[in-house]
């Protein structure tokens, strides 16, 4: 990965947890890092524990940012957070999947976030 494409990635992830926090999420972390893999985002939102997929786009050359998590991607992160509710004895608890998808414009500025709330 280009140094360019992690630090957009990095600023549409940072866009993204700001706006989150704002509309009532509560961030519970950010790139959690285990055995299978990396979630961009865990955060609750009243009972819910939902694990945010953050997708950044300066273009639409390649499609929308939501259009990228693919069903491999998806299969994924349901692993992930499998693995994630049950190390933290949350396998109870109810969850979800967003997907949060970041625009920037050609000086890297977040000029649209979109949550898509249970896109998977």
Known sequence: MTMAR???GQR??????A???????????????????????????GEEVVFVEVRTRSSGTFGTPQESVDVRKQLRL????????????LSNRPCRFD??????????RVTEIEVIKGAF
């Open 6 to 8: 992690r630090r957009r």
């Open 12 to 17: 549409g992830e940072a866009a993204a947890a």
């Open 19 to 45: 706006y989150l926090e704002r509309y009532g999420y509560r961030l519970l972390a950010r790139n959690y890092r285990c055995p299978l893999g990396e979630i961009d985002i865990i955060a609750a939102d």
């Open 78 to 89: 349901r692993r992930l957070a499998n693995y994630y509710l049950s190390r933290h004895g």
């Open 99 to 108: 997907v949060v998808a970041v625009w920037l414009d050609r000086q890297e």
